[in-house]
């Protein structure tokens, strides 16, 4: 209750943050963009993180307006940066976490369409990560909701790829462009022969659908070479980068431009 009360004026109390954690382009080694990771700064309680506080911003109908605020400071900022490196970085994409409610509320459609005109974004550049969980309904509702998102032009990334409790046919009949495949597998590569050939079985059912790959949580040079000869596509983990406050984040740019 103590949380979600402080979380309740978190927003007009300007104590949300975003980090970016950069993605990385296995085939040219350049960004390509970043995933935007809420941060809440507050003075009352120490190091919340949001695998603490968004389950209670879900549960409270807070992750509304929440989301709202995450999508429009994610998505102004990523206009900013492309501006700033014109002709330096092909800046391609943003990539902002969706929870359930925040799919299944009746305004999203809309709230999206009208932050995307708001902030002059290209469509394409805006990836909306969901999770499985967000899948379960009826799955005509499901992909009737993505198309209609689709439409507006943007991508829909499944994110935590593999550890949901989803049939798999869902890959065939919902409109997603990317799998963002999930740590746990990334992180036991060198020491699980099963995790490689799980990983490697993923970018074959990636390349049948033709969706785009994500390796998540890549911290070591042997994962790394491995994806890599995968031809995974993209690469987020802090072997490249762990997720960076704003300013610190285009420094990051500017290092690798
Ligand atoms: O850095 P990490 O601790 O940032 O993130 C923890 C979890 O919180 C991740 O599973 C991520 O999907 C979720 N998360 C981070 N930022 C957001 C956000 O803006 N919205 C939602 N719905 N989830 C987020
Ligand atoms: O939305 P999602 O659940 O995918 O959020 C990504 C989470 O993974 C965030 O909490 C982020 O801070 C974390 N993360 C990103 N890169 C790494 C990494 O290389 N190793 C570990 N352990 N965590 C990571
Ligand atoms: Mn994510
Ligand atoms: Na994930």
Redesign the pocket.
């Known amino acids: 209750m103590a949380i979600e009360n402080g979380l309740r004026d978190a927003v007009k109390n300007q104590e949300l943050e975003l980090h970016y954690?950069p993605i990385i382009d296995f085939a040219t080694s350049k960004v390509i963009g970043a995933?935007a990771?809420l941060r809440w700064n507050t003075p009352k309680f120490n190091d919340v993180?949001?695998?603490e506080f968004i389950p209670i911003a879900e549960e409270s109908g807070l992750i509304l307006e929440i989301g709202k605020w995450v999508l429009q400071t994610a998505l102004k900022q990523f206009v900013a940066w492309q501006k700033e490196f014109t002709g330096v970085i092909e800046l391609q994409k943003i990539a902002v976490?969706i929870s359930a409610h925040q799919f299944e509320n009746s305004n999203f459609l809309h709230d999206v369409d009208s932050i995307i005109k708001k902030t002059n974004i290209k469509p394409s550049c805006l990836e909306l990560?969901l999770?499985e969980s967000a899948l379960v309904e009826n799955l005509k509702t499901v992909s009737t909701r993505m198309q209609k998102l689709r439409d507006l032009g943007v991508s829909i990334s499944i994110?935590?790829f593999g550890t949901g409790y989803s049939s798999l046919s869902y890959l065939k009949k919902l409109p997603f462009t990317t799998l963002?495949i999930?740590?746990s597998f990334v992180?036991d590569i060198q020491n699980d022969v099963d995790d490689k050939e799980l990983i490697s079985a993923i970018l074959m059912i990636a390349q049948t659908f033709n969706f785009e790959v994500v390796a998540?949580?890549?911290?070591t040079q042997e994962q790394y070479l491995f994806l890599k000869e995968k031809k995974c596509t993209y690469l987020?983990?802090?072997?490249c980068s762990?997720?960076l406050p704003n300013e610190q984040f285009i420094q990051f740019l500017r290092k690798n431009s």
């Open positions: 954690q995933e990771l993180y949001p695998d976490n990560e999770v994110d935590d963002k999930d740590k992180m998540e949580g890549v911290e987020q983990g802090y072997y762990k997720p």
